[in-house]
């Protein structure tokens, strides 16, 4: 075995509850080879999403941790790990219909509690067109399946809950993630808003964060891999690490562009 693979304990790969815009399906292989690659005991991952990359890892390191600063994720996923049983109760009697698409839509998150709004959340996730998490619209399949049947989603909600055991999650801004697990055995995978489609997500992120995240990069005793969309403002911005191009299809029409570049960052 190699000295990279020393620490990281084999689990079979889980799919996520939810498409997620910029869920990195068609990069989760290459991203999780380099991610064993590199020594470390502590994984860390400031922009979780829906745990593309996270939960599909064929390995778990010692200590790991997931953050987002959309709430509604942060919610769900600590919903799944620690009420479980209760959230399966409510799914049972959600039914698939435009009208209760738009009933959830229209209704207010601070005005449930956690457990409906992950309800909630989770609904409007797997019905919405492209796993977009602001500006969602019903989408429908002609000829396939109800995207919400519990009788499909209850297995799958099943194996997050159990990858979820031991796992910390938090709802922080990625810098103070950064900051409160740096440390020499931590590595951190980034996945942060594309260049250019930084509104996209229901989450605050600015332009200018991109340059922070740079310096903030710069100054860790950890490792990092960043994944970014490959633009000449994204190379120029991270010019002080090594970067590696990479093709991928992107979640909403992959055919209509074909393969577009991505890169990999790292220190």
């Known amino acids: 075995m190699r000295e990279s693979n020393q620490g990281l304990i084999p689990v079979a790969p889980v799919r996520p509850v939810a498409p997620y815009l910029g869920g990195k399906r068609g ?3 290459t991203i999780s080879d380099r991610i064993k690659d590199i020594p470390h005991t502590t994984y860390v991952e400031p922009f979780v999403g829906m ?6 890892r064929p390995f778990r390191s010692k200590a790991e941790v997931i953050n987002d600063l959309n709430r509604d994720v942060a919610n769900l996923f600590r919903i799944l790990q620690r009420h479980y ?3 399966m109760d409510m799914l049972r009697w959600q039914v698939t219909s435009r009208d209760e698409f738009e009933r959830l839509r229209r209704a207010k998150a601070s005005s449930l509690t956690d457990l409906e709004r992950a309800v909630r959340f989770l609904y409007l996730q797997r019905m919405a067109f492209g796993g977009k998490t602001k500006v969602q619209a019903f989408g429908v399949s002609v ?5 919400f049947d519990v009788a499909t989603l209850g297995p799958i909600l099943e194996d997050v809950h159990a990858r979820l055991s031991s796992v910390v999650i938090e709802c922080l801004p ?3 993630v950064i900051t409160r697990y740096d440390r020499p055995e931590t590595l951190f995978y980034l996945d942060p808003p594309y260049w250019g489609n930084e509104n996209d997500y229901a989450a605050a992120f600015s332009r200018d964060q991109f340059m922070q995240m740079a310096d903030a990069l710069a100054s860790i005793k950890g490792r990092f891999i960043l994944s970014l969309n490959d633009r000449p403002e ?6 002080r690490f090594r970067i590696e191009r990479v093709d991928v299809n992107y979640s909403i029409n992959p055919n209509a562009a ?3 570049g991505e890169v990999l960052i790292s220190n």
């Open 174 to 176: 990625w810098a103070d």
């Open 234 to 239: 994204v190379r120029e911005t991270f010019n």
């Open 51 to 56: 745990g593309g990359v996270f939960l599909r």
């Open 85 to 87: 049983v209760p959230l």
């Open 27 to 29: 990069l989760a292989k």
């Open 258 to 260: 074909g393969k577009r």
């Open 143 to 147: 000829g396939r399946p109800a995207r």
